[in-house]
């Protein structure tokens, strides 16, 4: 046959008594109460998923109402236990926002028999449990595909990951979270090296690829081998175009247990990081409780691209990529441990606002007790200026000046750190100021929110 390239084992497949057709079933329930909220969401109805969340800048998109509505999300992992049976996602099942894809490992549509895994998982990204527990796209529709065989580890699972990646597509997907990852197998022999981590060696790295390039976005996780002799990422995340992530604590401190970077092609990766150190998740009981792992930190960056998505439909998966980069905690120096940094949707929300904006002007995309986050328009100088008044002797008024200086050139985001920490309770106005245009904000550091002067 002309179209084969090579033939390469990649694992003995089980036995089976029959396969069965993807039916992409849609489970239904009749609820008393069905509604889901679009937006207004609390402090009290993250429950205990608040921190993680406010963590990467999710409830700030909530308030807007972008909870990932309308984006058709696949997740794939080694089993979803139970999910439909849990609080999490009861109100899916009325309002059709659950879908089991298909179980690639067994060739069945039985996907919440065995494993908790993906449960915990899914949950990081869509359980909707007010008062107790609200993922980072509580709105999105989510399709589950399992796609690994907890038992054994062989490149046939790459091929699965594969077939589901297909499979996905057709249903019409906008997105895959895969808290997945390979690179040592049982047999070792077909196992990876560092040099094969280039994005283009192995199987579940080309069918990545290819899913990128037909406009679906992909989140991998990087691994928990940063620990270990191993080290590195594994595959696909090591693909350029996969969006991938790794942990951290809500202390913004890199997990040591995450898998490091670059790739073999000296890419960065991982991309950027979330909460991957005790994080909440659900258990096939229906119970939160704290885990560790870039198994975690993916599903919950993942909420926040579908977020994303839904307030800009028309952005490619590339263009979702890099605004995620330039607006992370560490852009203009990423390193191999974080990446780019702690995302920052909220920040990229804004940049992308002000990027689109009928007038293009340069603003203000983000600002925190540590820095500011600032869009320039390319080819123009800002000039920018933090101060508060005070007075000398009590007296005499001057600018007590926190951090400025002048932005040039043609890059477009830039991170300004402060000096100093921020006084609390001390307010503190931000001036910008090109030759087109003079923006003027106040800040109010007790609580950090911005207002019009």
């Not at 293009?360 to 008044?389: C, Q, W």
């Not at 109010?444 to 002067?453: A, G, H, K, V």
């Amino acid at each position: 046959m002309p179209f084969v390239r090579a033939v390469k084992f990649v694992g003995e497949t089980q036995t089976f008594n029959s396969a069965e057709i993807p039916l992409f079933y849609t489970p239904r329930l009749v609820l008393k109460d069905a509604s889901m909220k679009e937006n207004g969401y609390t402090k009290e109805d993250y429950g205990v998923s608040f921190a993680q969340n406010e963590q990467i800048g999710i409830p700030y998109l909530h308030h807007l109402g972008y909870t990932g509505k309308g984006i058709y999300v696949a997740v794939f992992d080694a089993g979803f236990k139970n999910l439909n049976a849990i609080p999490g996602f009861l109100k899916h099942q009325a309002n059709d926002r659950l879908t089991f894809g298909y179980d690639v490992a067994q060739l069945d549509n039985l996907l919440t028999d065995a494993d908790n895994h993906g449960t915990a998982v899914t949950s990081c990204l869509g359980a909707y449990h007010l008062g107790h527990y609200v993922g980072s796209a509580p709105l999105a529709n989510l399709f589950l595909f399992r796609t690994e065989y907890g038992a054994t580890e062989t490149p046939l699972e790459e091929l699965n990951w594969c077939k589901a990646a297909e499979l996905a597509d057709s249903a019409g997907v906008d997105m895959i979270t895969s808290s997945l990852g390979y690179f040592r197998f049982d047999d070792t022999t077909l196992s990876y090296r560092h040099r094969d981590l280039d994005g283009f060696t192995s199987y579940i790295s080309l069918g990545a690829r290819i899913a990128v390039e037909k406009g679906i976005i992909v989140l991998n996780s990087a691994g928990n081998e940063g620990d270990n002799p191993w080290r590195k990422i594994g595959t696909p995340a090591d693909v350029a175009t996969v969006l991938t992530i790794g942990a951290a604590g809500i202390d913004n401190k890199a997990g040591s247990f995450s898998s490091q970077g670059y790739n073999a092609k000296g890419d960065i990766k991982p991309d950027v990081v979330a909460c991957g150190v005790l994080t909440y998740v659900s258990s096939p009981s229906g119970n939160y409780y704290q885990g560790y792992g870039t198994s975690y930190a993916t599903p919950v960056a993942a909420g926040g691209v579908a977020c994303l998505l839904q307030a800009f439909p028309k952005l490619t998966p590339l263009e979702i990529n890099q605004l995620i980069r330039s607006t992370a905690s560490q852009s203009q120096n990423p390193d191999s441990i974080m990446g780019y940094g702690v995302a920052q949707f909220d920040a990229a929300y804004n940049l992308q606002q002000l990027k689109t904006a009928t007038k293009l002007v340069s603003g203000i995309a983000k600002i925190d007790p540590n820095g500011l986050i600032i869009f320039k328009v390319p080819g123009e100088t800002v000039h920018f200026d933090v101060y508060r008044m005070v007075k000398f002797l009590g007296v005499l008024p001057y600018k007590k000046h926190l951090s400025r200086g002048r932005l040039k050139g043609e890059q477009e985001v830039f991170q300004v750190p402060f000096n100093q920490q921020a006084i609390c309770n001390q307010k503190y106005t931000i001036r910008l100021s090109t030759k087109s245009t003079l923006v003027m904000k106040e800040i109010s550091n007790d609580c950090l929110i911005l207002c019009e002067e």
